[in-house]
């Protein structure tokens, strides 16, 4: 599904240049949900942004699908987007003029869906907020910012979605809510999400730990198997065991 080889990203600056990433390689399988951990700084949130196309590396490669996102025009990797991606932006990224009902449709709407605002409807009811629909984002908390904005990442029931801290400012019932909408998606979607909560990282199937810019180690997260029901002894007509 997507394929990740020696990717680094420098950021130049007057006395040396920064390293946000460094020679980072690793493979995501369709339909895995990832968890990208580590300490602030460490380089998640850039990663993100170049797994989305959002940036451009220094250096290494990006293959989505066989498709090297460095070989596209910023046109081709719009589109790109549009068509393949769902982003969950740490700081929302609504349109402040746009209803809550009208940022979560546009996506949709701009790939002509005539069902674009009933599918907004039901996605903003999905994440708690149907009462919310008219508001604007500055209306809005900023845990309800965040529910409009994974509606959003959704509505075109992209192919990979990535997610930046998409619990990071609901409490604990809203966050569990919002977890089992992006999970539940995982049928149909591969899920590559950035998170500072270990008991979050521990769902996914696989954790990338970064450090200073490099993959510290990945963690395989074996999900454990169910007890099994005893079986009850076999009782024969005359009500003996």
Not at 95 to 124: C, F, G, H, W
Not at 193 to 213: C, S, W
Request: net charge positive.
């Amino acid at each position: 599904m997507l394929q990740v080889k020696n990717l680094t990203r420098k950021y130049p600056s007057a006395e040396f240049d920064i390293i946000a990433l460094n020679s980072v390689s690793f493979q995501v399988e369709k339909n895995e949900v990832i968890a990208i951990t580590g300490a602030s700084g460490s380089g998640k949130s850039t990663l993100l942004g170049l797994l989305a196309g959002l940036d451009r590396p220094t250096s290494g490669s990006i293959e989505v699908q066989g498709t090297d996102l460095a070989e596209l025009s910023e046109d081709a990797l719009a589109l790109w987007r549009g068509s393949n991606l769902g982003y969950v932006f740490q700081n929302y990224q609504l349109i402040s003029s746009l209803t809550a009902l009208e940022n979560v449709a546009l996506p949709a709407e701009l790939a002509s869906d005539n069902d674009a605002y009933e599918k907004a409807r039901k996605l903003l009811e999905s994440v708690g907020i149907s009462h919310r629909l008219n508001n604007y984002p500055g209306q809005l908390s900023g845990g309800e910012q965040q529910r409009v904005a994974i509606a959003r990442a959704l509505i075109r029931k992209p192919e990979i979605i990535l997610a930046d801290e998409p619990t990071g400012n609901l409490d604990s019932v809203s966050g569990d809510a919002i977890l089992n909408l992006l999970f539940a998606v995982r049928k149909s979607a591969t899920l590559i999400m950035v998170t500072h909560n270990p008991k979050i990282a521990e769902l996914a199937d696989r954790e990338i730990i970064l450090k200073d810019g490099k993959i510290l180690r990945e963690i395989i997260h074996r999900k454990k198997a169910a007890p099994r029901k005893k079986k009850k002894p076999a009782v024969n007509k005359t009500g003996k065991k």
